[in-house]
């Protein structure tokens, strides 16, 4: 087999994987409300608690879904997701239900969450109806992350966060955390403590794994007064940091870093991100860009989706375009070339 025909048909492969209809994943916002008020926040919280409607389209849609699927996610993002935990728990209880009628099927539960209201019940609430993976960001050393991640009174957060944590690998529970560590130019070189009792306390059970993230401008009010690394920076910012925490066991299963090669959510066709207003986008970050409005779900399942919007994320898919892949949004058409495509393809019709 030729060079060529060999990273053909790895091509093919990776295409067929990213496209198959047998995989769906639902990134769900049961609330776009938040008990925090994150200082580099991108979020408006314009929108409240998900209403009967959208609840019904995603169980109905899940429904219609579930004989043909291998695998299916519920993914649960906010605002925060447990300010509205009993919807969480009403639709993943009728999800893992659904699965439970087909052998094939393989049912899983994650959520993005700040991790104020995980505690030991709430977790162990949320494992009997199949939701067992965690991603929960922390800013620093608690005299750092309390001046970002603020409660939206203005109150502390981190002493209740690590206090869940340590109650969750206390327990026997079947979870997996992922600790999404953030920095900036300002913080960089005051994470050490927080690095050092994470390695202490966390990291010896295989439960929980890490990972950098160093804080972007993404439109939030703050922005001007954040101060970022350069791409350059940060990434060397990042090789020092993971050499901190993981020393020369930086292929750890522990370390949860993302990898060069990886796919976005938007990127692929079969992810859905589902609104607390029964709208239908594609990126957790675009929330107020009109591009990033696809559609609605209705009460019966049904998606509307609006004519030149969703193909656009899932570009890459044909081009294979590393780039494009990992973050379709960047380069985007923007609304006026997708209208003059359509009204194109409705000239060549």
Known sequence: MTVEILQQHIDNVKRAKLISDKYLE???????QCNFRCVYCYEDFSIGRMKSETISGIKALIEKRCATLSYLNLSWFGGEPLVAKDIVLDISEYAMSLAGNYSHLHYSGSMTTNAYFLDINT???LANVGVTHYQISLDGPMEIHNKSRIRADGK???ERIWSNLLAIRDSLLPVSVLLRLHFTA???DLLDPLLEDIKRELLPDPRFSAFFKGIEHLGGPNDASIKVFSETDKAKAMKILED?????NLKSPQNGAVPDN???YAARPNSLVIRANGKVGKCTVALTDER???GTLASDGKLNLIPGRFSPWVRGIETLDIDTL???LVLLPTSDEIAANLRKKAVTV
């Open 292 to 294: 990033n409005d696809i």
């Open 156 to 158: 502390n957060t981190f």
């Open 123 to 125: 977790a162990s609430a």
């Open 262 to 264: 990886a796919v976005c």
């Open 244 to 248: 901190k925490l993981f020393g020369d």
């Open 26 to 32: 639902l990134i769900i916002l049961p609330t776009e």
């Open 186 to 188: 300002d913080t960089f």
């Open 326 to 328: 990992a973050c379709p």
